[in-house]
């Protein structure tokens, strides 16, 4: 099980902001409630790939948190140092063993590069040349074929700095007891205000059929 959670934007507009036409929107309050939500909805993607936010009831003083993917994650973890192809294999290997397929690799941005320089110890850089294209280099990896089935590398900056998470997308979704809503506040003066709300937890179908690496530090 998990609990949900709740995520708020809050949006004030002055009288006068909302009455002026500004260039290319009729409504500043609507624009800026369009700004939040976008914003809102990062927050909620960096805080569901935390590797160590776990569910919470909650107190008359701490809110709801709802279970991160990486507290999630318990079957295929392993504990890692630097990044290295091994910490790859094995959770490949206790993934399969347990029946899992995942698909995705998602890592940060630092971790991508590193898994792209693994490559470079066993082969040259590759170049290609022809008439219709200029030369160019290859020294990125963006998929991984091993033994147990291939990974497409994902790079997202809101990732755990020393976290890999090996996914397969059919075992997560976001519950939403609350989907986004617009409430309105009481006015402050010559001004509107406006909360959006979201509450939701994040549902795992099947823990085990995912993995992580964690403990990847910076060389």
């Known amino acids: 099980g998990n609990q949900t959670q709740i995520s708020t934007k809050a949006v004030q507009s002055s009288g006068t902001a909302e009455a002026v036409d500004f260039a290319g929107r009729k409504s500043t309050q609507a624009y800026q409630m369009a700004k939040r939500a976008k914003e809102l909805k990062l927050d909620m993607e960096a805080m569901l790939l935390d590797d160590d936010q776990a569910a919470s009831p909650g107190t008359s003083s701490t809110p709801r948190s709802t279970a991160s993917v990486g507290t999630w994650i318990t079957t295929n973890a392993v504990v ?73 590398i994902v790079p997202n900056r809101l990732m755990p700095d020393s976290t890999g998470y090996f996914l397969d997308y059919e075992y997560w979704d976001i519950a939403y007891l609350r989907p986004f809503m617009t409430h309105d506040l009481a006015r402050t003066g010559d001004s509107i205000s406006q909360l959006l709300v979201v509450e939701y937890g994040l549902r795992s179908k099947n823990e085990a059929a995912n993995g992580k690496v964690t403990g990847w530090a910076a060389p």
Do not use: H
Request: net charge negative; proline share 3%.
């Open 80 to 152: 890692g140092t630097v990044v290295s192809e091994d910490d790859i294999k094995e959770v490949m290997e206790t993934c399969w063993v347990s029946g899992a397929k995942p698909d995705i690799l998602m890592v940060n941005g630092r971790i991508k590069q590193e898994i792209s320089g693994l490559s470079q110890s066993v082969s040259s850089l590759q170049t290609a040349a022809n008439n219709k294209s200029p030369a160019y280099v290859v020294a990125a990896v963006d998929i991984y074929v091993s033994d147990f089935g291939n990974l497409t």
